[in-house]
């Protein structure tokens, strides 16, 4: 039996709302699969499950807002012993799917919890999702004390201080009382704000926490868009990811002037050739030089997480999407070396589409390997990015700008380009970033080989 | 099509593309990218709705000429069949 948790949304979100389940008990769930979808403050977030098998039990009620880390669903693996089986009961004992019009409520009868505090929310972060060994479904202990599920992205042991109370033993730390009311109104116990002596959770804040889920107007409708998001809110989650990219990271960072008259004219007529459907953006071109470069920089395409530099051979590229009326999000785009620059136009135009309109998922958010900024045509000629925890490297494009060049003896007007890179000193030194940004370089003086 | 038609057509794609556009508040000379804040995929957004949409060929080279709704409108009438 596994617990599913509230994955990590990334550096900069540490609670969510359930606002949509899409499994109920009964169903059988994938790896992968998207099982839920909660409200953050940079919008709605498919959730998806990294556990096979039987959804069990769901925990998470549509409308609570939870930490990471809190117990959303149970899911017992494919070939594990129904517990009826593993501890035969009575007749009367609960049957092993319960029936699809109790699954948005509390289970029938919910088993019995109440002296089992909810598993610990992992202290420290574990292995980034593709690197995390996946536990083979059947292997698991069948019986508590269940193995944490892998959280996919690192959090930092401070935002679960922050948002969890402080373990003890092998639960947050509530008196008897609170854990009875809490169980028998279906809440989380991680979800409540403790206000007893040592962030213990007594049974006034449980009463408080379910008025307050009571209180909470009914769910959005099925696909929230991105309008009426609290910019004051969003603010806040940038707030926190980059004070503590600038706390953690010691940033360095280097520019470079690229001629980008031969990407401009190589564009122009290749666009000139094709139907606005299909025409690429400079925006893609840069993406995909960029993503190149880094595949040849295994200092600056990874994740540092646990105190502990992780390179990966894959690049996910984090794509930084201006969200229309301020604020930021940058989703990655999945083993982005692969795609040519045809499919890398067209997985950006996906992932910007998802990140304004519609929805991102989870892993999107939390699997980056090194981010990309671009100014875009217009605005400013350099950029310098805040690296996005837990990655080390962010490559800044400014606007293009037209500017006199040196070209052999003489001096030409050129469209010139302004790479930056951002690069945490902990990993890299400026001598291996500037290969970088010259691989960059190169790469976009042929675009033909892009 | 008449320009009233036109324009409604035009706002119409407009805001597909950036849905926090109110029509009601939009200025016939707001700059897309100035004012609306349309970025580079916003545009190429808008430029291939209006192209599927009437038809009309958009080369790169008029992009220029669809800086604002006023000037987009008269673009596309020009351009029609």
Known sequence: MAVFKMPSLGADMETAKVVEWLVKPGDMVAHGQVVAVVETQK?????????????????????????????????????????????PRPAKARPSKAPPDSAQGQPPDAPPEIPTPPPEVPEVPREVPEQAPDEAPGTAPAEVPEPPPEVPGPTPPEVMRAVAPPPQGAGPPASPAARQRAAEAGVSLAAVVGTGPGGATLLGDVERHIGAAQAEPPAPPARPGKQGLDMAEMRKAIAAAMVRSKR??????????????????????????RQPETRLLMGALLLRAAVLAATKSAD?????????????????????????????????????ETLALDALMEAMRDIVARARNGRLRNSELTEGTITISSMGETGAEALFGVIYPPQVALVGFGAPQRRPWVVGDTVEPRMILSATLSADHRISDGRRGARLLTEIERLLKEPESL | MTPEKMRAAFVEELVRVAP???????????????????????????????????????????????????????????RQG
Request: proline share 5%; aromatic share 6%; hydrophobic share 45%.
């Open chain 1, 300 to 336: 600056l395409n990874g994740q540092f997480t646990d105190g502990a530099y992780r390179p990966s051979q894959a690049v996910h590229a984090g794509l930084v999407v201006a969200l229309r009326g301020g604020g930021l999000i940058a989703p990655a785009i999945r083993d982005a």
């Open chain 2, 20 to 78: 926090d556009i109110d029509p009601a508040t939009l200025a016939d000379d707001d700059h897309l990218q100035d004012d609306l804040e349309l970025d580079s995929m916003d545009f190429l957004n808008l430029v291939s709705a209006l192209h599927r949409r009437l038809g009309i060929e958009i080369a790169e080279a008029d992009y220029g000429q669809l800086s604002s709704t006023r000037s987009a409108v008269a673009f596309l009438l020009a």
């Open chain 1, 248 to 273: 953690e990271i010691p940033h360095y960072y280097l520019s470079h002037q690229i001629d980008l008259q031969p990407a401009t004219d190589w564009l122009a007529a290749t666009n000139a050739r």
């Open chain 1, 43 to 87: 919008g709605a977030i498919e959730i998806e499950c990294f556990e096979a098998g039987e959804v069990v039990r769901l925990d998470a009620k549509v409308g609570e807002t939870l930490p990471v880390g809190a117990p959303l669903a149970l899911i017992r693996a494919a070939g594990e012993a129904a517990p009826s089986k593993a501890k």
